[in-house]
């Protein structure tokens, strides 16, 4: 069934991923308008705008906020639109495009953004479902939160000029091998709806999804709205762990890892024993302690018929 009658703001970020964009958007608003959707295109200028243009679309009661942006920008959007009655659709331009992946949004418009404006249509094909998000210190987030290496090797890479973007997710695999390497893990601990795990980690990941960072599986399990985050815990120490940790998940063996401690939960507190940062969505916000909270079928989301039904529980 279509999207019939649809107002909508569609924000853009000119500095997402590797190609500008820019033309296609017009095409991009062009095709929306010829299934009859109503479309303001607005552009970001500096970090932060999404989030307000988000919330400000919300507050004309819009039905529709798309995001034509990477992780970063999506995640500003969530942070203006939660809690409301507009919906949140994608039209993943970055380079990593978290969210995009998981619900099977083809990518390769990165490459050739001409397709752009068909990856548009199949938003005016899509069910709109509430769905979870996670909090992290009071920045609200849609795929997931890292505390550790990931946060450090996100908290040195961020934000990237443009031209390192055309080497895709290359620079972030290099940056890891470096950090992973003097990374020696850190004494942690992990409050979880009131049980605790400790122990030295290398990294701990509250997952509102099925992926991690954009290629890596790491549950099969995770919906997005049973009002739950995923908990990863992964212990050790040196780079070693950090590599055996990566094949694991590569392997989608997580479960079945003793040095990964795995847990669902609705209020998550992480202190460790020396400062390490936190990132959300690809993007560092802060240092623990860090207090982590699901909260539950808070954001309305486009969903297109890519999506995997697992992904959501049975209606």
Not at 157 to 162: A, L, M, N, S, T
Not at 209 to 233: K, M, P, S, T, W
Request: hydrophobic share 40%.
């Amino acid at each position: 069934m279509k999207l019939d009658n649809i107002k909508a703001h569609l924000i853009y970020n000119p500095i997402a991923g590797p190609w500008d964009v820019q033309h296609a958007m017009k095409r991009v608003c062009s095709e929306l308008r010829r299934h009859g959707w109503s479309v303001e295109l607005r552009r970001t200028e500096k970090a932060g705008d999404a989030t307000v243009m988000a919330h400000e679309a919300s507050q004309v009661d819009c039905d529709a906020v798309i995001v034509a942006g990477g992780d970063g920008t999506v995640n500003e959007a969530v942070n203006g639109l939660v809690g409301t009655r507009t919906a949140l659709g994608v039209l993943p331009v970055g380079t990593g495009n978290l969210w995009a992946r998981q619900l099977r949004i083809p990518t390769y418009m990165v490459v050739n953004p001409l397709l752009l404006p068909e990856t548009a249509t199949l938003l005016t094909e899509a069910t709109i479902r509430q769905i979870d998000v996670g909090e992290a210190n009071g920045r609200y987030f849609l795929c997931w939160a890292g505390i550790g290496l990931d946060a450090q090797v996100t908290t040195e890479i961020e934000p990237r000029p443009r031209h390192t973007k055309h080497l895709g997710t290359l620079p972030y695999i290099i940056a890891t091998v470096m950090v992973a390497r003097d990374f020696k893990g850190v004494r942690t601990r992990v409050e979880l709806d009131g049980s605790v795990v400790r122990g030295r980690t290398l990294l701990v990941v509250a997952n509102n999804i099925q992926q991690y960072a954009g290629r890596l599986h790491l549950i099969n399990e995770a919906r997005v709205d049973d009002g739950l985050l995923d908990v990863f815990i992964f212990k050790g120490l040196g780079f070693s762990y950090a590599l055996r940790h990566t094949l694991t998940m590569l392997s989608r063996r997580c479960l079945q890892d003793p040095k990964i401690v795995h847990r669902q939960a609705r209020h998550i507190e992480v202190r460790t024993e020396h400062s390490v940062p936190v990132q959300v969505d690809g993007d560092p916000i802060d240092t623990t302690p860090v207090t982590l909270t699901a909260v539950p079928r808070a954001l309305q989301v486009l969903v297109p018929h890519s999506a995997p039904p697992e992904l959501f529980t049975p209606t």
